[in-house]
């Protein structure tokens, strides 16, 4: 028996429900080398299962004992989906994930989405890896059954204090919120980010139309697709397409920037400077990586393009260097009395940037009160 603590040990002091929910295993989508999303359907009959975004689930796989801990990245609104009609469901199959989480997911019924990123040490992350028949060109293939643990039944209960909206906070006096994600840690912001964000293009946002979302998003450069020439894939850069598409679309209000480490810099090919220019998924651009761009939908930049989803293909800028507090966090928070910041990255990243955004101006910090810098660590 190992030292080190298990998920249930390091959150011991977290507030979690009482209720144990059966889920059912729906699909799995491979994302890149290192995570994949997994999709856990609410079985008909069932309690509701309740949740606030950023919030995570206990998680216990069929032979172990021991839960693992893993966050959930769809949103609530998913979780209380109609099922569909029995007639319709004998009829159909499962359709692939859809990066929006929009109206094909209606046919399925509620579910709860997480993306666990690949590690053999860990039980319920390495049962949740376990092979899987490789993806064909039926993209609706894996998530018809090719897995042996599709249909398996799995028990979780939810937990966590890393939520939106902010608990103390009034989300009326806000005028920003930003989301700092580093890798994985991506995860719980892009449920509340989703969550922030009204369904459909053209809806009402229910936060409040004053709020500004500004989301940085950091993370390592997966380089060129091989036989692309010059494009970087948003599809393999985890939950990024979602991301975009949420600013993209108007849905909230605020900008999306991203940071890619580790790679190439702007020695790479140039899709289309001028498209990601005028995306405007970035607030300002400082030039330094103006001419990269990664691409969205369609396997390249091609302007209004349209998908076989209907959403068009476009192009996003990032820069090549990682995301700082005092060049990045601090302009997206604006003044510091009406905004509130969540990280979630690497450990070091994390308390990083925590220390900054907190500590007194004196001693070259923001100046930010605690309770308007949420972090969640996940050791
Ligand atoms: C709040 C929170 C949210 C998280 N969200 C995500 C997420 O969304 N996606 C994601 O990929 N990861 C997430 N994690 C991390 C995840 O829970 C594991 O820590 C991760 O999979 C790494 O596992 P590891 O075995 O490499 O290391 P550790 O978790 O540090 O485990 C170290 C060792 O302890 C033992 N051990 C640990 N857990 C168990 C267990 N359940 N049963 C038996 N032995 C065990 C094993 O011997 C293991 O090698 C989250 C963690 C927390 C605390
Ligand atoms: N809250 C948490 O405790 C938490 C959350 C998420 C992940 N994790 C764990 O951390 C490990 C790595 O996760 P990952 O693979 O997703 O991340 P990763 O790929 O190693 O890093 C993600 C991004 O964060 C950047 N970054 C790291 N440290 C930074 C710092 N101090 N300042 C600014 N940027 C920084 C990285 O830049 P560089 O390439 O320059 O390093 C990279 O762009 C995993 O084992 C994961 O499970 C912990």
Redesign the pocket.
């Known amino acids: 028996m190992t030292s080190m603590p298990d998920h249930l040990e390091r959150t011991a002091a977290e507030p979690r429900d009482k209720s144990l929910h059966t889920v059912v295993l729906q699909s799995i989508k491979d994302v890149n080398n290192?995570t994949r999303i997994f999709r856990l359907g609410v079985p008909r009959d069932s309690p509701p299962i309740r949740f606030l975004p950023g919030q995570w689930l206990d998680v216990y796989v069929p032979g172990v004992e021991r839960a693992g801990g893993f966050t959930i990245t769809s949103t609530p609104r998913e979780a209380r989906l109609a099922y569909p009609s029995l007639e319709s469901e004998e009829a159909d199959v499962t359709p692939s994930l859809n990066e929006q989480g929009e109206n094909v997911e209606a046919a399925q019924g509620p579910y709860l989405e997480l993306a666990v990123?690949r590690?053999p040490e860990n039980p319920p992350a390495a049962w949740l890896w376990q092979e899987h028949d490789p993806p064909t060109a039926d993209p609706q293939s894996l998530a018809s059954g090719a897995s042996s643990i599709i249909g398996r039944e799995l028990r979780v209960r939810v937990g966590g204090g890393f939520v939106w909206p902010p608990p103390g906070i009034n989300v009326r006096t806000l005028r920003r919120v930003v989301f700092v994600a580093?890798?994985?840690?991506v995860?719980p912001l892009v449920s509340m980010l989703c969550s922030l964000a009204p369904a459909a293009a053209g809806a009402s946002n229910t936060a409040g139309t004053n709020l500004e979302v500004r989301f940085l998003y950091?993370?390592?450069d997966p380089g060129v697709s091989a036989g692309d020439s010059g494009y970087r894939k948003a599809e393999n850069m985890?939950f990024l397409e979602r991301i975009a598409r949420v600013f993209r679309q108007g849905r909230v209000k605020g900008s999306l920037e991203v940071?890619?480490?580790?790679g190439g810099g702007s020695g790479t090919g140039i899709a289309n400077a001028e498209e990601a220019k005028s995306t405007s998924i970035t607030g300002d651009e400082d030039g330094e990586g103006e001419e990269n761009v990664i691409t969205v939908g369609g396997g390249q930049a091609e302007g209004e393009n349209e998908n076989k989803e209907g959403n068009d293909a476009f192009a996003i800028p990032f820069h090549s260097r990682?995301?700082?507090v005092e060049n990045d966090v601090a302009g997206a928070v604006g003044d510091p009395r009406f905004a509130v910041v969540y990280v979630?990255?690497?450990?070091?990243?994390?308390d990083?940037?925590v220390a900054k955004l907190t500590s007194r101006r004196a001693e070259g910090g923001l100046g930010m009160e605690p309770h308007r810098v949420l972090?969640?660590?996940?050791?």
């Open positions: 290192t990123q590690s580093g890798g994985v840690g995860n950091s993370l390592k985890l940071f890619l480490t580790g990682r995301c700082t979630c990255g690497v450990p070091t990243m994390t990083q940037f972090c969640e660590r996940w050791w």
